[in-house]
């Protein structure tokens, strides 16, 4: 499981998969979101995250 940050999301890990994409090293970017232990946390992407993860054509998917 991994915890971090919207900044680190845009920042960093979108720009690394997108590259991944597009230059064939892989044939697709699935991000899984698990459900918080704690039942008040939200489960998955905010919807900035989750439009901009679209949009570069990375799969997401939700656990419950």
Known sequence: F???NTTNLREVQIPKDVELLNTGQVRGVIWHFFKHANADIRT???DSIRKLLKER???IVIHD
């Open 57 to 59: 054509g990375i799969v």
């Open 2 to 4: 991994l915890t971090t």
């Open 44 to 46: 998955g992407p905010s």
